[in-house]
């Protein structure tokens, strides 16, 4: 056998005002050829995974690009053109295949063209021809719709999120890749729009863990090979947004359609509840003011400026409002702030210097922040753990007193993953009244038993969960929650 193996992705908030380019792709994540030379990493293990159990089979494995930009703004058409044209240019050159596996995020949007994935396959597919098997595995805040799937052989997505499942969905994909090459099953996919938007967790306390359970319950019974929910990822104004359900039936279209049809309408009736809440920030900065000494951390998540979906990571808001409400023990990690982090870097370890702190790179980054500020922690080429041996790199970073506040700046936009971001560069979580931190749902298992409550605010920005509020134009309707009931099912 031989099989190309490719990643390629980024997930685009189409409000924000920054555009994403080439030099973001070479800056975050960038192998071109050797997938195992990289640092295990969300971005490239599921490709790293594949090249490594074609081998121990004996296929010949051609590697191709693996490329990934952080969330942001919209790809440049040229950006776009450019990367997608050096994967087909790689198959192109491959020489004859049986199968290629490729690792896209599935929200990318570009200048010129909504759905990247489903161009990018599209193109795949006229190049190859019918007699190539073709696999895509996605993030499950991807936009899917007919077109991806048509020219898709198999499409396999994400089922946990937070996302730590995605070497596992990686070898669900090579599975019945493997089964489909050797004659043994006859993939057939079907798609059911949830005409639904929003965030679902699923190890928040409500429906959505027993929906994923039962998901995987069912797969590989009743003609039933894969079931993948893709939630859709709620800041792009696309008209292929919104939840759908993937079917993938062993030979059936009708059994394909039927499960992907009863799995959609059982999400479809757990929307309301499996939606993460949102606490506005002033109920949010009470609740912080109102810690004890002894008590462990509160800790504050500033969903709107998160850098996983896209928005800067260097707004302010959270560490003023800290400030102003006289809350003097806390950390806030990270703030992206790669000048101020020169500047640290020029007074050294106990230098101590007036700086302007974040609100500098997009108008919706909102004002920076004057203050006297004292270096604690440097380290250059600084990393935070991922799962158990994966790595996620955070450039240079500072950590600095602020008003009594450790603030850690860095040099790459990042999210936390784990509490080694903190435990690794001097900062003691274990002490302090609030940890403030620009993400979402990310960390939500790993500190759930170290902290007294995780709270998801609303502050101004970029990626504020309050989509109603957000000038959507080109949304598919009638969708949720913008219209009460789009499938008359409630
Ligand atoms: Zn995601």
Known sequence: ?????????????????????????????????????????????????????????????????????????????????????????????????????????????????????????????????????????????????????????LVVIYKAYPHIDYSARAEDLFVLMQRTLAGDVRPVMALFDCRTMGLFPCTWPGPMAAFVAAMTAAEGRDGVLSLSLNHGFPWADVPIAGAKMLAVADGSAAVAAAAAAAFGRRFYAIRKAALLPFTPFGEAIAEAARGRPGERPLMLLDTSDQVGSGAPGDTTHVLRALIAAGIRNAAVVPLWDPLAVGVAFSLGVGGRARLRIGGKFEPQSGPPLDVPAEVLFLRRDAFQNQLETERIALGDIAVLRVEGIEVMLTTRRVNLYDPSMFALHGIDIATKQVIAVKNLFKQYDLFGPLVRGQLFVATPGTSNPDWTSLPFRRLPRPIWPFDPDPLGLD
């Open 1 to 153: 056998m031989r099989l190309f193996v490719a990643g390629l992705g980024t997930e685009t908030n189409t409000f924000a005002s920054f555009p994403t380019g080439l030099a973001d792709f070479r800056a975050r994540l960038w192998v071109d050829g050797d997938v195992l030379s990289a640092t295990p990493g969300p971005g490239i293990a599921p490709v790293q995974h594949w090249v490594r159990r074609g081998r121990a089979l004996g296929w010949e494995v051609v590697e191709g690009l693996c490329a990934r930009a952080a969330p942001g703004g919209v790809t440049s058409g040229a950006a776009w053109v450019a990367l997608r044209d050096h994967l087909l240019g790689q198959v192109a050159a491959a020489g004859p295949l049986d199968a290629i596996l490729l690792y896209l995020h599935g929200a990318m949007v570009a200048e010129g063209c909504d759905d990247c994935e489903g161009d990018l396959v599209t193109r795949l597919r006229a190049l190859v021809g019918p007699g190539v098997r073709i696999g895509v595995e996605l993030d499950l805040h991807a936009h899917l719709d007919h077109v991806l799937v048509a020219a898709a052989d």
